[in-house]
């Protein structure tokens, strides 16, 4: 079998079902997953009804229906077919699309899952697109909503662009009209809506010396380069306005201070994916802000919403979903600095952090992440934090950076057994991985995850995402 043939043979079974129900994960790779395949059911006049969980555990799976219906899990269910088993869902009634590392189960459900075939650099939205073109080629436009997937769940920042059949996606969307795809661009958050000095202050990857974290450092570095940083009625100016000239002369700048410093250049430069079709200095022009606005809905318990703007809706569902990303950055910012004030605790191995009830544990990885270029940068950080609804368990989020990653360290492996050990259960990435455990083993937990982290350290390593 090849990942083409499992993609054909799905394309085939979804267009045999005359009723579908779509159960897919809440952050930008699950909504953009939801959003590609629920249009193309539409689009083939198949009823389709859609369901979100944050995952699949046994406090949600009451959400899966127990109905006749076909079900369609998209970016979950591959590590959790016990779980299906358990509920009582039949083989030939389940299709999972998803693109996590697979947990063996007396049931064979049927799987697209593009690890298996040694893509680890695309996103159940991928997968979801190929299945789209499979079953209309005229599905190509979905590929924008599929590369804004595969971005949102990081296949692109370990190579700085995307790769493999990611990558051929984006080709494809290029060639339709509806991605435009600058090579070599600035590898940076926020080019398209953030004021240009906020853009590089908060970039950190590279870490820039004098520039990165410090808005003052970049402010003056853009001054001496003669850089205007706004426009005529005082409005700020954003990295994709300006000229190439200008663009030239910033980097070539950030080149000389890298160097300077001793810093390597090679993640200065990246790939980028502009929507053309969207106005300028919006979240939806970018593909990397296009999925942030996404997480924001998904984290905040509105994944519809996102959906809806994955649809085309850019008035009501894009109003409320500016909001939310408001709040969304707002709250990121509280925990981000919590995390400084607090400060982690560290060993060998990992640094780590609970947060009890103070934050929703639906955002506490982007904080670990957004908090690591300000803490040790050669450990992976955990954040814990308590589940309201269930407070026998706890929520724990890893994440880490591509160079700890070539030194061997993958973080779903050690979440994985860790969480496993104690009678929970976890997964995710190699760069980014969580887990539940019993609240009463969180001690035992932390000096596991630090035990297999050496092992692992121990071991060349891999480079892979």
């Not at 544990?361 to 908090?371: L, R």
């Not at 934090?385 to 030194?407: C, L």
Request: aromatic share 6%; proline share 4%.
């Amino acid at each position: 079998m090849s990942l083409g043939e499992d993609v054909r043979f799905a394309a085939h079974e979804i267009m045999e079902q005359e009723e579908v129900t779509i159960i897919s994960h809440i952050d930008a790779d699950g909504i953009a997953g939801e959003a590609i395949l629920a249009q193309a059911l539409s689009r083939a006049e198949i009823k389709t009804h859609s369901v979100f969980v944050r995952q699949l555990e046994p406090l949600t799976m009451h959400l899966v229906p127990q109905d006749d219906t076909f079900k369609l899990f998209c970016d979950l269910g591959a590590g959790q077919q016990n779980l299906l088993e358990e509920r009582g869902l039949p083989e030939d009634n389940v299709l999972i699309v998803d693109h996590h590392v697979s947990q063996p189960c007396e049931m064979e459900y049927r799987q697209v899952n593009c690890l298996p075939y040694g893509h680890t650099k695309m996103s159940a939205a991928g997968v979801a697109y190929f299945i789209a073109k499979e079953m209309d080629s005229g599905n190509v436009d979905l590929s924008k909503i599929a590369v804004v997937g595969n971005v949102g769940d990081m296949m692109a920042r370990e190579d700085c662009g995307l790769t493999g059949p990611a990558r051929e996606i984006a080709l494809e969307g290029r060639d339709h009209g509806c991605i435009d795809i600058r090579a070599r661009d600035l590898n940076a958050y926020g080019t398209s809506t953030r004021p240009l000095h906020i853009c590089l202050a908060y970039s950190d990857d590279p870490l820039i010396p004098g520039i990165s974290n410090n808005i003052n450092g970049a402010r003056q570095f853009l001054r001496k380069l003669g850089i205007p940083l706004q426009a005529e009625g005082g409005r700020w100016r954003v990295w994709e306005e300006l000229d190439a000239d200008e663009k030239r002369r910033v980097t070539s700048a950030l080149v000389q201070q890298l160097i300077a410093c001793g810093e390597p250049v090679d993640r200065l430069f990246s790939e980028t994916y502009l929507f053309p079709d969207e106005f300028v200095r919006t979240p939806v022009r970018n593909a990397q802000e296009f999925a942030t606005l996404l997480n924001a809905c998904g984290r905040w318990s509105q994944p519809r919403v996102g959906g809806a703007i994955c649809r085309g809706d850019r008035l009501s569902a894009y109003r409320e979903a500016e909001h939310m990303l408001a709040n969304h950055r707002a709250v990121i910012r509280e925990l981000l600095q919590y995390i400084l004030d607090t400060g982690v605790a560290e060993l060998s191995h990992v640094q780590y952090i609970h947060v009890g009830r103070k934050f929703p544990d639906t955002i506490v990885g982007i904080g670990a992440g957004m908090a690591l270029s300000k803490l040790n940068i050669h450990k992976p950080i955990m954040i814990m934090v308590e589940q309201p609804e269930d407070p026998v368990f706890t929520k724990v989020s890893m994440r880490t950076t591509e160079r700890v990653i070539a030194k061997g360290i993958d973080l779903q492996q050690a979440l994985t057994v860790a969480s496993a050990e104690v009678g929970g259960a976890g997964g995710g990435h190699k760069i980014a991985a969580g887990a539940f455990i019993p609240r009463e083993s969180e001690e035992v937990f932390i000096n596991r995850v630090n035990e297999l982290l050496a092992g692992q350290s121990a071991q060349p390593g891999q480079g892979h995402c």
